[in-house]
């Protein structure tokens, strides 16, 4: 029998939401561990789940007696030891471009803010809800701003991030798609990001991976 997968995940955390992507895109069957981001403090500060990932982030992959972080490593991970359908592209440019679109996101969007950074803002610098609304839609804003004109000056053009189907680019951006419309933040200047995303989510693995579709799900 082979190795199990588990996931520790929380339904709303776009990092985890990428990890889910990947999996069902995979067709892989993974187990479904709620870590609550919130709840009790969060869950993911106690000893138990620190002594399984030392950053007490998600997601966290368990794959045997392998444990696995940082979401787009786990990706690069399931598509090298299950390499159908692949998530990089074939040729060393286009895998390029992808890894390069994923970072944008995971590297320079994303960790300006994800849930602790936003917690830090209010609680140790005492930035009300207005402030901490400027903090998201600037930096969240800059960054899709890249991401278009990325997209919209690739050589060869497909309905996906990088050609005719689904990468780690895809699964990076669609849940930082989200995020951007939980704070409100308007997409209407990123039509090449909208039609992707519509592109992504027609597909039944983005679809099984959306929060709302989570066994935690608020």
């Known amino acids: 029998m082979a190795d199990a997968l588990v996931l520790h995940t929380y339904w709303r955390s776009s990092a985890a939401y990428r990890v889910r992507i990947a999996l069902h895109l995979k067709g892989l069957a993974f187990e479904s561990v709620p870590v609550h981001l919130v709840q009790d403090g969060g869950q993911q ?16 992959l368990q794959h045997g007696d392998a444990v696995l972080t940082q979401s787009l490593a786990i990706i690069e991970y399931l598509d090298e030891v299950w390499p159908q359908p692949p998530l990089l592209p074939s040729t060393p440019l ?5 890894r390069a679109l994923a970072q944008l996101v995971a590297c320079d969007i994303h960790p ?8 830090f803002l209010e609680h140790t610098w005492s930035l009300d ?22 997209l919209t000056r690739a050589p060869h053009r497909g309905d996906f991030c990088v050609g005719d ?42 679809d099984a991976a959306r929060p709302e579709a989570q066994p935690d799900a608020a």
């Not at 286009?94 to 992808?98: G, I, M």
């Not at 849940?175 to 090449?192: D, V």
Request: glycine content about 6%; proline content about 8%; hydrophobic content about 50%.
């Open 165 to 206: 189907a689904p990468t780690i680019a895809d699964c990076a951006l669609v849940p930082q798609l989200y995020n951007a419309r939980r704070f409100g933040i308007s997409l209407e200047a990123f039509p090449r990001i909208r039609a992707v995303e519509a592109a992504c989510l027609a597909l039944p693995a983005f």
């Open 94 to 98: 286009d895998r390029q471009r992808a």
């Open 45 to 60: 500060r106690t000893p138990a789940f620190a002594a399984r990932n030392p950053q007490r982030l998600v997601p966290t």
């Open 129 to 150: 809800a207005a402030q901490r609304g400027q903090w998201i839609e600037r930096w969240i804003g800059d960054g899709l701003a890249a991401f278009e004109a990325l």
């Open 112 to 119: 300006l803010g994800n849930l602790r950074v936003l917690q």
